[in-house]
């Protein structure tokens, strides 16, 4: 597959399983480096060491991290 994402970077939210797996995949094949973030610490370490790649990283944030829109609600 071309690497039409070298030099770039993925930014993946929604946790190391399930969808936010599945779409850190494609742009590890494409070149990208990969940053996954989420509420589980484990889940995403077992994240990154099934992806495989050297560029994959890492991110939690607190379950505690309040969610607010512009406006501040």
Partial sequence: MAERFAGQTAIITGDGRGNGLATAERPITEGA?????????????????????????????????????????
């Fill in 33 to 73: 480096k990969v940053m996954i973030i989420g509420r589980q610490p484990d889940a995403l370490a077992a994240a990154v060491a099934a992806l495989g790649a050297a560029d994959t990283h890492s991110a939690t944030t607190p379950a505690s991290t309040p969610c607010t829109g512009r406006d501040g609600t």
